[in-house]
């Protein structure tokens, strides 16, 4: 509708000033790590490696499973910078926003490995 064709401008705009706030570190560790590195970034991988699965079991093109398996890596890299970044800024005790950083590390490896 035309409804829905002038909202999605804006719409961009908030996904574009979202990015650039992850990417910044200005959102808060909290919300950064447990939303978007544990409730997104698992939700994103089991989804890309189920798909990876299934296509690897009934043969399918190779340049497709390569593609199933790489499609989180973007993600996931993306995340780590983000908790990286929150992290730097996180008022609170350093062994959490220390915490944050290597266990975000580890868990993308962990889900892009597995």
Same mark, same amino acid.
């Given at each position: 509708?035309?409804?829905? %064709? &002038?909202?999605?401008?804006?719409?961009?705009?908030?996904?574009? =000033? +979202?990015?650039?706030? /992850?990417?910044?570190? =200005? $959102?808060?560790?909290? &919300? *950064?790590?447990?939303?978007?590195?544990?409730?997104?970034? $698992?939700?994103?991988? /089991?989804?890309?490696?189920?798909?990876?699965? *299934?296509? +690897?079991?009934?043969?399918? @093109?190779?340049?497709?499973? !390569?593609? %199933?398996?790489? +499609?989180?890596?973007?993600? @996931?890299?993306?995340?780590?910078?983000?908790?990286?970044?929150?992290? =730097? &800024?996180?008022?609170?005790?350093?062994?959490? %926003?220390? $915490?944050?950083?290597?266990? *975000?590390?580890?868990?993308?490896? !962990? +889900?892009?490995?597995?």
């Amino acid at each position: 509708t035309v409804a829905d %064709a &002038r909202r999605s401008p804006a719409m961009s705009y908030q996904m574009i =000033e +979202l990015v650039k706030q /992850l990417w910044a570190g =200005e $959102l808060p560790l909290k &919300r *950064t790590f447990w939303d978007y590195a544990v409730l997104y970034g $698992l939700s994103l991988n /089991l989804v890309t490696h189920f798909v990876f699965f *299934t296509l +690897l079991v009934n043969d399918a @093109n190779t340049v497709l499973v !390569a593609l %199933a398996f790489a +499609l989180p890596i973007p993600y @996931n890299f993306f995340v780590v910078v983000a908790v990286w970044q929150s992290a =730097e &800024r996180y008022p609170g005790p350093k062994k959490w %926003a220390e $915490l944050a950083r290597v266990g *975000t590390v580890f868990w993308m490896v !962990a +889900l892009t490995l597995v």
